[in-house]
C-alpha cells in the first residue's frame, strides 16, 4: 500500500514541477513582447492574494497556476533586455535552470558537512572574487 501512495505523490510531484516549468518557460518567451512595468490591473490584482491563512493543505498545481496568474502580471520586466532601470543583473536561461536545480536540493549551506556542494561553489565563487 505504501508504495501507491509513494507513487501517487511522486506523480503530483512531476506534475506541479512540469507545470511550474512550463510557466516559467512562457514567461520567459512571452517577456520580450510586454510592457516593462506591470499595468494597474495587474497591480490591482495582487489583492487578490491577501486571504486567511488556509487551514488545510491546497492542490500544488492551483497554487502555481494561481501565482502565475496574478503574479507574472505584476512583475517588473528585468528579464529580456528592455530594461533600463535600477542595476538588477539579468536573467540568462542557465541561470535560471540552475537555481531551479539549487531549489530542488534544498541545502543547509551552514557546514560543509551539511551540504559539500555549496561548501565547494562558495569556495569556487570567493576565489573568483
Not at 113 to 128: D, G, K, N, Y
Request: hydrophobic residues 50%; negative net charge.
Amino acid at each position: 500500500m505504501a508504495t501507491d501512495a509513494g507513487v501517487e505523490v511522486q506523480s503530483k510531484s512531476d506534475d506541479v514541477l512540469c507545470l511550474a516549468a512550463d510557466k516559467a518557460r512562457r514567461y520567459v518567451q512571452d517577456v520580450a513582447g510586454r510592457r516593462v512595468g506591470p499595468s494597474e490591473a495587474a497591480l490591482a490584482a495582487l489583492a487578490e492574494l491577501h486571504e486567511p491563512f488556509p487551514l488545510s493543505p491546497c492542490d500544488p498545481t492551483a497554487v502555481i497556476k494561481w501565482l502565475d496568474e496574478i503574479g507574472s502580471a505584476a512583475t517588473v520586466a528585468t528579464t529580456g533586455g528592455r530594461y533600463f532601470g535600477f542595476v538588477n543583473g539579468g536573467m540568462v536561461p542557465a541561470a535560471l535552470a540552475a537555481n531551479w536545480l539549487a531549489g530542488a536540493w534544498n541545502q543547509n549551506a551552514a557546514l560543509r558537512v551539511m551540504s559539500p556542494i555549496a561548501a565547494e561553489l562558495e569556495e569556487i565563487v570567493v576565489r573568483w572574487v
